[in-house]
């Protein structure tokens, strides 16, 4: 099977702009998950989402927002970036009936200037 | 408090020895499992183990164990016979709950551990 796939690899914006990020999971799969990793304050969560259904969200400003569609690809949505907002942008994503396995596409780099 | 501390910034270790990154977490959750990720410099993550809090026996996946010590909540990877491909970063991680049927599968990230493999 194919792994998960995130577009783009790597985006530059300017503050004040919105960016959408592209996760395709892992066929079969039904649950994605986000999160932002930076050198400060490391790994993230932001949501997780199953049919199309947000279950979870970090803690993190409305700026952020997702969606997942009924082929389980997701996407997340930042508004009004920040220079914060440059980071790692991980997807993963995991079979629904399995408790142990998560599997993370290679992540797009954003870079806020 | 944090839920996954670990302890090691940076470790490095000799071709072929066998090395131990530590891991404790806390949870008050009786269900929860425990992740083992690597992260190369390209960023993506890599899953390597887990262990489930109910697991009696510890995990292990070909190079890598998982020393599962409840009673003290540690969670410490061991890799035997390191290779010079095993120098990433690696973060251990905890999903609280069951993790299946309605709960959530949001992980807790430690902070890392940096592995240097000396040839």
């Known amino acids: 099977k194919a792994g998960v796939t995130q577009t783009p690899r790597y985006l530059i914006k300017t503050r004040g702009q919105q960016v959408t990020l592209s996760c395709s999971p892992i066929?079969?799969?039904?649950?994605v998950s986000w999160y932002q990793q930076t050198p400060g304050q490391g790994l993230q969560f932001l949501f997780e989402?199953?049919?199309?259904?947000?279950?979870n969200k970090g803690n993190f400003p409305g700026r952020f927002s997702g969606r997942q569609f009924s082929n389980s690809r997701s996407e997340m949505n930042v508004s009004t970036l920040e220079l914060g907002d440059s980071a790692l942008y991980l997807c993963?994503?995991?079979?629904?009936?399995?408790?142990?396995?998560?599997?993370f596409g290679p992540g797009t780099r954003l870079t806020v200037t | 408090a944090q839920k996954i501390t670990q302890t090691q910034p940076g470790m490095f270790v000799q071709e072929k020895e066998a090395v131990t990154l530590d891991c404790t977490y806390d949870?008050?959750?009786?269900?929860?499992?425990l992740f083992w990720y690597k992260q190369p410099s390209s960023g993506e993550m890599i899953f390597l183990i887990y262990?489930?809090?109910?697991?009696?026996q510890n995990a292990t996946e070909g190079r890598y164990s998982l020393n599962f010590q409840k009673a003290r909540k540690s969670a410490n990877l061991v890799i035997s016979a390191s290779q010079l491909g095993d120098s990433a970063m690696y973060f251990c991680a905890m999903r609280e709950g069951p993790g299946s049927g309605a709960g959530s599968y949001q992980l807790t990230f430690g902070k890392g551990t940096k592995l240097s493999v000396i040839p």
């Open positions: 993963a994503s995991r079979d629904r009936g399995n408790s142990g396995e998560q599997y």
């Open positions: 262990q489930g809090s109910y697991d009696e």
């Open positions: 949870t008050s959750d009786q269900s929860y499992g």
């Open positions: 989402y199953f049919s199309e259904t947000q279950r």
């Open positions: 066929s079969g799969h039904r649950s």
